[in-house]
């Protein structure tokens, strides 16, 4: 299976009808895209089902591991990757034995396979924690006090100073890379740029599936990223 992530950066969206140098494109959609607190599915064990996103606690107590979802009142047996493995070592503090994790899983034999890690965090609100419900991607950087919220009306600029709450329509594109971009249609001085790379965040220690880059004004500020809750649009 190809991961969820890879089927994520195909192709260039335009969220607003630019008036600028870039071309209008199409990025193909995932139309499965669920919440960051998943919802229950009733598949069948021993079939193989969809890949999904699903968030909640992690739990790697012996004999298996599992994972609360939020909203769920139940524990569902996890299949843990190497990747899931080595982040709660290196995110989680010794002898912690619960984390909260988003992840990218499918359904086999009864329980999930993790495919791809979105977040690991041993801080913050976990499941409480709805600000990206709304937003198709996120960067942000707690150490420099910055966040551009992405999603079907533009992107947004949460900062702590005069430009708090900026909104721009915007245009976006992709590179050979797979990184994303995103910018003001009438260029005005903000760009949000999304790489395939996994970030650590200074501050917390937290790891997210993204890597950030805000410019601002020509200025360039690091910072890390993830994909919101919002569905990505056709």
Request: glycine letters at 12%; aromatic letters at 8%.
């Given at each position: 299976?190809?991961?969820?992530?890879?089927?994520?950066?195909?192709?260039?969206?335009?969220?607003?009808?630019?008036?600028?140098?870039?071309?209008?494109?199409?990025?193909?959609?995932?139309?499965?895209?669920?919440?960051?607190?998943?919802?229950?599915?009733?598949?069948?064990?021993?079939?193989?089902?969809?890949?999904?996103?699903?968030?909640?606690?992690?739990?790697?107590?012996?004999?298996?591991?599992?994972?609360?979802?939020?909203?769920?009142?139940?524990?569902?047996?996890?299949?843990?990757?190497?990747?899931?493995?080595?982040?709660?070592?290196?995110?989680?503090?010794?002898?912690?034995?619960?984390?909260?994790?988003?992840?990218?899983?499918?359904?086999?034999?009864?329980?999930?396979?993790?495919?791809?890690?979105?977040?690991?965090?041993?801080?913050?609100?976990?499941?409480?924690?709805?600000?990206?419900?709304?937003?198709?991607?996120?960067?942000?950087?707690?150490?420099?006090?910055?966040?551009?919220?992405?999603?079907?009306?533009?992107?947004?600029?949460?900062?702590?100073?005069?430009?708090?709450?900026?909104?721009?329509?915007?245009?976006?594109?992709?590179?050979?890379?797979?990184?994303?971009?995103?910018?003001?249609?009438?260029?005005?001085?903000?760009?949000?740029?999304?790489?395939?790379?996994g970030c650590i965040e200074r501050t917390t220690g937290d790891y997210y599936h993204l890597s950030a880059v805000l410019i601002r004004d020509g200025q360039r500020l690091n910072g890390c990223g993830y994909q919101g809750g919002a569905p990505l649009a056709d």
């Amino acid at each position: 299976n190809s991961s969820v992530y890879e089927r994520f950066f195909k192709g260039v969206h335009t969220m607003t009808a630019p008036t600028g140098r870039l071309a209008l494109c199409t990025i193909l959609s995932v139309a499965s895209i669920l919440s960051a607190c998943a919802s229950w599915s009733p598949w069948q064990g021993g079939r193989e089902a969809p890949a999904q996103r699903v968030a909640g606690l992690v739990d790697r107590a012996e004999p298996h591991w599992t994972i609360r979802a939020c909203g769920q009142e139940h524990d569902r047996l996890l299949e843990p990757s190497a990747e899931l493995k080595r982040l709660f070592d290196e995110v989680g503090q010794p002898g912690q034995m619960s984390i909260f994790a988003e992840l990218a899983v499918t359904e086999k034999d009864g329980r999930w396979m993790v495919d791809r890690t979105h977040r690991v965090e041993s801080t913050g609100r976990g499941c409480m924690d709805t600000s990206a419900a709304r937003s198709q991607w996120v960067g942000f950087s707690l150490a420099d006090g910055w966040r551009v919220d992405v999603g079907a009306g533009g992107m947004k600029l949460t900062s702590g100073d005069a430009e708090d709450g900026r909104q721009l329509s915007m245009i976006s594109e992709q590179l050979p890379d797979g990184a994303l971009g995103f910018r003001g249609v009438h260029d005005q001085g903000l760009e949000l740029w999304l790489y395939p790379t996994g970030c650590i965040e200074r501050t917390t220690g937290d790891y997210y599936h993204l890597s950030a880059v805000l410019i601002r004004d020509g200025q360039r500020l690091n910072g890390c990223g993830y994909q919101g809750g919002a569905p990505l649009a056709d």
